[in-house]
Every structure is written in C-alpha cells, then in structure tokens.
C-alpha cells in the first residue's frame, strides 16, 4: 500500500491498493510518496479511538501492531513536523484490518477500505472542487472573449484614425 500526499491539499490518497498481508508477529508497513525530505509522524486511530504515533523514515512507516488484534478502520493522518510545531497535516484514507483467515485470526490483512460515509464525503468533495474550476474556468472565458472584442474595437479605432491621418497628410501636401 502506497499514499501519495497531495501538494496544496489536505488529503493522502491511495495510489498503490495491493493488500498488505503477513503473519501478525511480522511488520506491515505502508509507504508513502512525501511533497519533500522534512519530518513526517503517521497517526493511526483505531475503533477505540486510541491514537498511535509512528515516524516515517524513507517514505516508509510501520503499522502499530496493537492496531492488528482485530477487525476494524483505521483512520490515518500525517503531519508535517518541525521540531514539536506541525505545518500541514493530511487525512489519508482509512486501512481497513481483515483477517486473512477467519475462523484462526491469527493472519491479518491490510488494505485501503474506505466506509460509504467517507467515499461519499470524499466524492461530495471532489464534486465541489470540480464545480468551482469549472466556474473559475467559464469566467475565465468570459473575460477572455471581453478582452478579445475590446482588442477588436481598438483595432478598429486604430485603422480609422490611421485612415483619418493620411487623408489629413494627403490634404496638407496638396
């Protein structure tokens, strides 16, 4: 599994959705693509609700294995540190924790599961991201077809005052 963090967002989104799937004494580790080479902390809330902090070192971080007793969501979030100060943090899609064998759990699998709560919130998002570029878009046409015809009528103005000055030049010479 690999998140990309967007640049200039504040979300991390699956690129790489390949299951994780190992022994529980053996370490999952999710990778992540990072917008530059300062310090990142990776937060993994569980269905507690108790929170567990990893670094990620080369864009690489381990999964908590008290996280992976159970069947459940994990949210994720990262944080762009510096010192004890956080400059951007982003809300990655939930790993969602299923066991590879139901009835021994002892084998567990990692992969993105987003709920239907957050695939809807993140497409009512997206929705409204691509409706305001959109808009941003036909004003910009608007002014740019504004801007054409004023050129056009400029032009215009230009040649009769051209035509107007050589017929002045005419007159004079004459």
Known sequence: MKYELITGSDKGVLIDRTPIMRDVRDTFEVSFILPDNSGYLALFKGADKVEYRKAIKDGVCKVPKELLAKEQFIELTVCQVNNDKV??????????????????????????????????????????????????????EAKQAALTEQVASLKSSVTDILTSLNEMGQVLEE
Do not use: Y
């Open 87 to 140: 400059l951007q943090s982003w809300e990655c899609e939930p790993i969602k924790v299923t066991a590879f064998f139901g009835m021994r759990r002892n084998q567990w699998q990692l992969s993105g599961g987003m709920t239907d709560k957050d695939c809807f919130k993140r497409l009512a998002e997206l929705e409204r991201t691509h409706a305001e570029i959109l808009s941003r878009f036909n004003t910009s």
